[in-house]
Each structure stands twice: as structure tokens, then as C-alpha cells.
């Protein structure tokens, strides 16, 4: 996710409830789980997206997430843009005690999250991986509430979490797939030093196989994403179209 530092509400004022919402209407032929999940996941959900793409509806719905009032702080590991340190397996201890909560919000709309008034102690950002959602297929960082939930589970030790939190996504394999490598690297490390360095170790890597591409005249593609170097390092643009799921 990218790090933004700054709350701010939308241009309109607008105010967000204390009550939580309900869960979407159930889609097509699927049922809620009947027992509870091993695990604890929670989200604020500002009621950006469409409640038909929402992945953290959805959760909800299957009774694998519960809904967090705005104005309420998390006691576990909060997954959030906002944050300052990267998450790790050190992490671990608190999660399996309190759980992991995420912000469901659209990626366009991130600067009307009101951050001041969610969030908790251990808030965490993610290491580099790629969504693989429908809406931002591809893109680094740009990881919706059920991608950054996995990763968080999968990095602390619980790649069974990830699977059970991704079972009713069609790109939920996919994501495991895609991120196969990292995951595992992230989830060897002890520490959030060491994931660092395990992220920067990785982008070296893609920087390094991009340039040696292109040097050898490689078929250069003028839509090649990695075109004039690493992107990451450089300020993610939103487009008008692009939403969280």
C-alpha cells in the first residue's frame, strides 16, 4: 500500500457513522460459514466501493471479518497505508491474540479516510507485493482488504489463514501464486529489519533483470510496466476508474 501520512476528509464534510453497516446481500449460490474462523479479522469500512466487488463485505458475509465503528481503535495488527513500520513475523504474538484489522476504501479515495480516528498501537504496513484482484491486476502495492489480509497471516506464520481468507475469491489462488516467492521469503525472516531487506533484495533483483532486458535488446516494448526503471519507486497515480474491491 502507498504511505500516506495525512487524514482528511472529503471536500463535502462528510460524516461517517459510528454504527456499523450490515453485510451485502448474499451473492449467487454462496452460504456463511457455520463455525468461526481460527483466526480475528476486523475492518472500517467507509463505504466507498460497491457492495457487489467489496471484499471486506464479503468477509463480513461469510462471517469471516466483523465490522469496526469509525471512532473505535484495534487492539491487534492493523494493516494501513497509514503506518510507519513494515509488518513481520515478529508480529506474530499479537496477532494470533488479537487478530488483524484492515481500511476498506478505495484506493482513489484514500485521502478522505479519517485516520485520526481509526487504527491502533501496532499499525503495519505491507512489503512489496502484487495485487491480483480484477481492478488492479498486476500493480504493485495496490493489494485490496482480502489481499492484505492474507499477506498479513501468510508473513506471520499462518499461510492457512491466507488460504481460508482467499477461499471464496477467484483470484485468491492467483495471489498466492503471484506472491509465492515473496511470501515465503517474507515469512523466513524474524524481523522487520530482515523483510526489509528481504523487499530490497527483491526489487534490486527486478531492476536488475529489467536493465539487463533492455541492454540486450530484448524485444523492448514501449508498454513494458517497467519501462524508465523501477516504478515503485516512483509516486503511484490514481485513475478515476480504479476502486478497492
Known amino acids: 500500500m502507498v504511505r500516506h501520512k495525512k487524514d482528511n476528509f472529503s471536500s463535502k464534510g462528510k460524516k461517517y ?4 453497516r450490515h453485510p451485502a446481500p448474499r451473492d449467487g ?6 463455525s468461526r ?3 480475528k479479522a476486523a475492518c472500517w469500512d467507509l ?3 460497491d457492495p457487489k466487488r467489496c471484499s471486506g463485505k464479503r468477509l463480513m458475509h461469510f462471517g469471516l471479518m466483523r465490522e469496526l465503528p469509525i471512532g473505535q481503535k484495534f487492539a491487534g495488527v492493523v494493516i ?3 503506518a510507519k513500520r513494515v509488518i513481520s513475523p515478529a508480529d506474530r504474538e499479537l496477532l494470533e491474540q488479537y487478530g488483524a484489522a484492515v481500511v476498506e476504501c478505495s484506493w482513489v479515495r484514500i485521502k478522505e479516510v479519517p485516520w485520526a480516528k481509526i487504527g491502533g498501537k501496532c499499525e503495519r504496513l505491507l512489503p512489496y507485493l502484487v495485487a491480483a484482484n480484477s481492478v488492479n491486476y498486476g ?3 495496490r493489494l485490496n482488504c482480502v489481499e492484505a489480509l492474507a499477506a498479513c497471516f501468510y508473513i506471520c506464520g499462518h499461510p492457512d489463514w491466507a488460504s481460508e481468507v482467499l477461499e471464496h475469491f477467484s483470484y485468491g489462488e492467483p495471489f498466492l501464486e503471484i506472491n509465492s516467492q515473496l511470501l515465503k521469503r517474507y515469512a523466513a525472516c524474524t524481523s522487520e529489519e530482515e523483510v526489509k531487506k528481504a523487499e530490497e533484495s527483491w526489487l534490486e533483483k527486478i531492476e536488475r533483470e529489467y536493465s539487463n532486458s533492455r541492454a540486450g535488446g530484448d ?3 514501449d508498454d513494458d510496466a517497467w519501462k524508465g526503471g523501477n516504478t ?7 485513475s478515476d476508474d480504479e476502486s478497492e474491491e
Not at 17 to 20: D, E, I, Q, R, V
Open 47 to 49: 463505504g466507498h466501493c
Open 139 to 141: 500493480r504493485p502495492w
Open 232 to 238: 515503485n519507486r516512483r509516486p503511484v497515480v490514481d
Open 17 to 20: 457513522s459510528n454504527t456499523p
Open 29 to 34: 449460490d454462496d452460504e456463511p460459514r457455520p
Open 37 to 39: 474462523p481460527p483466526f
Open 80 to 82: 494501513s497505508p497509514n
Open 219 to 221: 524485444g523492448a516494448n
